[in-house]
């Protein structure tokens, strides 16, 4: 599947089994811009752009802790 950078708007490939089901960070290779990735069974959930800070370990974000 491709999904598109939030920052650019270029096409990131993510056409790898192991994207199939993916939550975590992909880097865009245009822009550099780190954004974390929501996929489950091929289905884009959506994409938000993570700041330098906001990659450290222990930021909540709205839907990591979705029992909260
Ligand atoms: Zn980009």
């Not at 199939?20 to 996929?39: A, L, Q, R, W």
Request: with cysteine.
């Amino acid at each position: 599947m491709e999904i598109k950078c939030v920052t650019c708007g270029r096409a990131i490939n993510l056409d790898h089994a192991v994207f199939e089901n993916y939550f975590g960070p992909v880097k865009c290779f245009s822009c550099s811009s780190m954004m974390e990735v929501k996929i489950k069974e091929k289905v884009f959930h959506g994409a938000i752009l993570l700041t330098l800070k906001e990659q450290s370990p222990g930021v909540q974000k709205e839907y990591a802790h979705p029992n909260l």
